[in-house]
């Protein structure tokens, strides 16, 4: 997959693309990063991308010309078009769903601005997707697309081991996940629940199951409107 990103601080990019699962999936070649400063691409001679609103009112408002033309230069040897990302507090509200589905494409181009507004035929001429990454507002779309490629990058094929498979995440399953406990088996008087060293992986198995749909109901009934219960989970709500 390639990603781009279109913004004017490049350098906040630096220590999240160089860090981690991130890192680890360019070396693996799953994924190539490409950050560009749009500001490169206006053709203003003082390299101005922003301009005040017509019609009047505070703020400055981004333009057209160095998104488009930073745009088409990015797809010019393409024949698929790629997703374009606008992230801003006005988008749909990002979810897992939405990662899964961009985790399909080929190529992604996020665009980051730090303005009271975009200029809106950027808004219907060029973007794909309008993201929020939740109800509140940020200074900037940079870290928002840190947020939804952190999300993407980690579902690609090859980028997590089998260790750490994201197809038990929570969300992924339409529940949260359930406890986990690591050694010792008793720290500070704390103790961990018995089934969990009993070696019956089929209690195990179904301990989780049940701690996973008892998490969901107490955090986050709310999934559970949209989740198909099993007969056994029917019965575990009611208990
Ligand atoms: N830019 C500013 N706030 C944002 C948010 N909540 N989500 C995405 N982009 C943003």
Redesign the pocket.
């Known amino acids: 997959m390639k990603i781009d990103v279109l913004t004017l601080f490049p350098e906040m990019f630096q220590p999240v693309f160089q860090t981690s699962i991130l890192k680890k999936a360019a070396e693996k070649e799953a994924v190539q990063y490409r950050v560009i400063n749009f500001r490169d691409y206006s053709s203003n001679k003082h390299k101005t991308v922003d301009d005040y609103p017509y019609g009047g009112g505070v703020g400055m408002v981004l333009k057209p010309q160095p998104v488009f033309d930073a745009i088409e230069d990015l797809t010019k040897e393409e024949t698929k078009k790629p997703r374009i990302i606008l992230?801003?507090?006005q988008?749909e509200t990002?979810t897992q769903k939405k990662a899964e589905q961009f985790a399909k494409e080929d190529h992604l181009i996020f665009i980051?601005?730090h303005y009271e507004g975009y200029d809106e035929r950027i808004r219907s001429h060029v973007v794909t997707d309008e993201?929020?990454?939740?109800?509140?507002?940020?200074?900037?779309?940079e870290l928002?697309?840190m947020v939804v490629i952190d999300s993407v990058v980690r579902l690609l094929p090859g980028v997590l081991g089998k260790e750490a498979s994201h197809e038990l995440d929570s969300f992924s399953t339409g529940l949260l996940e359930h406890p986990h406990y690591t050694r010792p088996a008793e720290y500070k008087g704390y103790k961990v629940p018995d089934v969990l060293l009993s070696g019956n992986h089929e209690k195990i198995e179904q301990w989780r199951s049940k701690e996973s749909l008892r998490r969901t109901f107490e955090r986050r009934p709310d999934l559970l409107d949209k989740y198909e219960l099993s007969e056994q989970q029917k019965i575990w709500l009611k208990e």
């Open positions: 992230m801003c507090p988008g990002y980051c601005g993201i929020s990454i939740g109800d509140y507002v940020l200074t900037g779309g928002a697309s």
